[in-house]
């Protein structure tokens, strides 16, 4: 009997919501553990214990600023090389940065790997989100990328634990294997059908120019930016800076940030699931994010105004952040259904790293109001700025749900 080895459309689909999944798990991984093990590293480095902020900010600035780096540079190249190519590429680049990671000695050494791993980690969840985007039916495609979110995010989870209970540079070694051994999933992945019609075409593919060639594109570009700003706005200055909220909130027992890191991805994959689910019955992209917009506002006054929580509470609170931030995926999804084929790559990789790098403005007027006003009315002023900025945006962009994705944007 002579075995078959054609691979069914289903099992493309299939490998494909995998290794993006999977891929994006490790991303996640990657991108929280360096906030769990920041102190550890620095000490096993030598490192004095006022030295153990700037140096921690030095890095972090290092890592953020490989993935708007990348960001650019990856998205250009999966409209111009493929899809899964960048898919397969940033997952061997972060992983081996990862391993490097594991095996510095010095601050120096440690910002190279971080600024490399930073590259890697962004082209990751863009890539993914559009090969199962366009490999999979215009109905059933908000499926698929929620199950990368649902399934990548979790990545945190095991970021938290592996980075409290072992030693620091085995939590980088595990993510380094934990990626490489994701490169023979591709076997059974396929590149994107969209993409391999539009390759032997002579349509521009992966020009910035085409996003800014009109100020129609420019504003629905910037408005995907902006609708994504108050999702980081919770993870990297509420979740982040935990312990000092805690504290100023009057707790006895000050709040770990790894634990409120973990709440909070917790309730991010299951507000995920929850968010794409609703999507698909409702058939409705939109509204759903501005539920979940609104939700998210809610928390953040409760996270902010609820004086001395117990830990539990406050814990809930960061599962609540979490879960109404839910609808990065959806967010990502919205961006990537906004442009045609040979640029919505670029799109698609780009917005979530100019979002993540939007941390950097937020961090320094959250510093500059927190000095002025106090951390918790700062907090507020940001967050106030964020939550109005995402709804204008919102109302900015066209409803996607069940969008032909097939064409492509004319010079």
């Known amino acids: 009997m002579v075995r078959s080895f054609v691979i069914s459309p289903k099992q493309v689909i299939s490998a494909s919501i995998l290794i993006a999944a999977l891929g994006y798990f490790v991303d996640i991984y990657d991108l929280i553990l360096f906030s769990i ?20 900010v030095f890095l972090i600035n290092m890592q953020m600023g490989g993935m708007l780096l990348g960001g650019i ?13 960048v898919l ?18 010095s601050v120096g050494s440690y910002a190279f790997c971080r600024l490399i791993a930073g590259i890697g980690l962004a082209g990751e969840l863009g890539a993914g989100i559009t090969l199962v985007s366009e490999v999979m039916s215009k109905e059933a495609r908000g499926y698929g990328t929620m199950m990368v979110a649902v399934i990548g995010i979790l990545g945190a989870v095991l970021a938290a634990l592996i980075g409290d209970l072992f030693d620091w540079r085995l939590a ?23 993409f391999k019609g539009m390759k032997h075409t002579k349509v521009k593919r992966g020009a910035l120019g ?11 570009y910037l408005c995907c930016i902006f609708i994504g700003v108050p999702l980081w706005f919770v993870i990297g200055i509420l979740v982040t800076f935990s312990p000092e909220f805690g504290k100023a909130l009057g707790m006895i027992e000050i709040p770990k940030a790894s634990t409120a890191v973990m ?24 509204g759903v994010t501005a539920v979940f917009m609104a939700l998210n506002a809610a928390f ?45 790559s670029t799109v698609a990789t ?6 993540r790098g939007a941390v950097v403005p937020l961090t320094m007027s959250f510093q500059f109001l927190k000095n002025q006003f106090g951390i918790i009315e700062g907090a507020l002023i940001v967050a106030s700025v964020c939550v109005v900025m995402a709804f204008a945006a919102l109302f900015g962009l066209q409803e996607t749900y069940g969008k032909q994705l097939d064409y492509v944007e004319l010079d």
């Open 350 to 355: 780009t917005v979530p790293n100019f979002v």
């Open 73 to 85: 540079l990856w998205g250009i190249l999966g409209d111009k090389k493929g899809r899964l190519s």
């Open 300 to 344: 953040m006054l409760f996270y902010l105004f609820y004086r001395s929580p117990s830990s539990g509470i406050f814990y809930m609170s960061c599962l609540g952040l979490g879960f109404a931030s839910g609808y990065w995926a959806l967010f990502v999804t919205i961006a990537a259904e906004q442009f045609g084929t040979n640029i919505r």
């Open 88 to 105: 397969l590429g940033s997952i061997f680049l972060y992983s081996i940065a990862n391993i490097a990671n594991g095996l510095v000695h």
């Open 263 to 286: 709440c909070s991805y917790i309730g991010l994959s299951l507000g995920g699931l929850a968010s794409g689910c609703l999507s698909q019955i409702l058939k409705n992209r939109r």
């Open 210 to 220: 085409l996003i800014f060639k009109s100020s129609g594109n420019t504003i629905r």
């Open 37 to 56: 093990v920041r102190i550890k590293s620095l000490k096993g480095l030598g490192l004095p214990d006022d030295q153990l902020l700037p140096q921690g």
């Open 172 to 194: 980088y070694f595990v993510g380094g294997i934990m990626g490489l051994g994701l490169l023979l999933l591709r076997i059974r992945a396929s590149e994107s059908g969209m």
